[in-house]
């Protein structure tokens, strides 16, 4: 026995919704997709980083002194130092001294105003012990807790 078959596949009423529901849906993407591409390029690029400080010179030629280090201030951000640290050791804080690289100088001890230099000498912490050649860090917390951190070996300069 022979099977008989339609020549038409399927009917026009279905044909017509397929084409509808996939018109619809290939525009729903095509909307959901430009929507994201033209809000990610309206909205401005955030900078990943506004406070950096860049150290310019260290001086510990003197190991039972503690260093003297200089800072620049590179960001977009004016940035005043809180708490100072050696070797994880939280230290008095350091005695800012005029520094002779053509820097301007800072009327408020530690705030370094964008491109502007200071120069600090770190006390030694009791109970830390110092030997040459060995890297200290030199740690420096900003008051919104951005921290900056430097390594500095005893008795050497750069």
């Given at each position: 026995?022979?099977?008989?078959?339609?020549?038409?596949?399927?009917s026009e009423i279905i044909s017509a919704l397929l084409v509808v529901c996939?018109?619809?849906?290939?525009?729903?993407?095509?909307?959901?997709?430009?929507?994201?591409?033209?809000?990610?390029?309206?909205?401005?690029?955030?900078?990943?980083?506004?406070?950096?400080?860049?150290?310019?010179?260290?001086?510990?030629?003197?190991?039972?002194?503690?260093?003297?280090?200089?800072?620049?201030?590179?960001?977009?951000?004016?940035?005043?130092?809180?708490?100072?640290?050696?070797?994880?050791?939280?230290?008095?804080?350091?005695?800012?001294?005029?520094?002779?690289?053509?820097?301007?100088?800072?009327?408020?001890?530690?705030?370094?105003?964008?491109?502007?230099?200071?120069?600090?000498?770190?006390?030694v912490p009791s109970g830390l012990t110092v030997s040459s050649g060995t890297?200290?860090?030199?740690?420096?917390?900003?008051?919104?807790?951005?921290?900056?951190?430097?390594?500095?070996?005893?008795?050497?300069?750069?």
């Open positions: 026995m022979r099977l008989r078959s339609s020549p038409k596949g399927i996939i018109t619809v849906s290939a525009a729903t993407l095509f909307a959901a997709y430009a929507s994201g591409l033209m809000g990610s390029l309206q909205t401005p690029a955030k900078q990943p980083y506004t406070e950096q400080l860049t150290l310019d010179y260290y001086n510990w030629a003197t190991v039972a002194n503690g260093p003297q280090v200089t800072i620049r201030n590179d960001g977009a951000a004016a940035i005043t130092l809180s708490d100072f640290y050696l070797q994880g050791v939280k230290t008095t804080p350091p005695s800012p001294t005029s520094n002779t690289f053509g820097c301007p100088s800072q009327t408020t001890p530690f705030t370094l105003s964008i491109q502007s230099c200071l120069t600090l000498t770190f006390p890297p200290y860090t030199v740690k420096l917390v900003a008051n919104d807790g951005t921290i900056f951190t430097f390594s500095c070996i005893a008795g050497s300069y750069t």
